[in-house]
């Protein structure tokens, strides 16, 4: 592989490229988000994200980041708490899905904000913690993100991640592989009319690194106390750390 190419699945392409095809396969999917990780997860990711805003600990009164996070999943779960939210994400038809869902629901006093994981317009130490779920995976630079997950947290601040990859466990391994390659996109295909993009991304899971070797990007990131809590044997894990 070219140095200077990125994974897109399991083709490696120029990294232009992948922000390009990434931000298609999102604008494709915005309006069936919900059923996607439903497709992905047997809809258990509803039960995962409850669990990593359980482990976020979101207080009244502080600044919470919420990246890639559009469509308002977390970001609902995280303003229980009275916590100041900012929702961020590149892709604009993520970020209108969470706009309208939040107008019909009547949660009010969300920040929503165009930002480029990568490249974030916000000052240094500008929030307690950052959150992001299911979607570092598809940043083109994932280091480059995690930098600036640092870069814009406060001194004390909070990182946790929620992200598919790699289950351990015998047979459970086998039979999620066969799950995901050969029945999710074919269920995008009929649900969704669109089994290029659930190919993807179940290919990007497989292409993300491992819990170790991610927890070891977090720490290359400046990040402390770094932590990998496993789910299902690891098919799902919540990476934390702290800024100080």
Known sequence: MNEENVSFGYEDIAPDEKTKRVGGIFSNVASRYDLMNDAMSAGTHRLWKDRFVRRVKPRAGETILDMAGGTGDIAFRLARSGAAIT??????????????????????????AQENAETLSFADKSFDAYTIALGIRNVTHVQQALNEAHRVLKRGGRFFCLEFSTTVWPGFAEAYDLYSHKLIPKIGKVLAEDEDSYRYLIESIRRFPDMDAFKGMIEEAGFVQCKAEAMLGGLVAIHSGYRI
């Open 87 to 112: 929702v961020a994400d590149i892709n604009a038809e993520m970020l209108q899905v969470g706009i309208d869902r939040a107008e019909k629901r009547r949660i009010e006093g969300l920040i929503w």
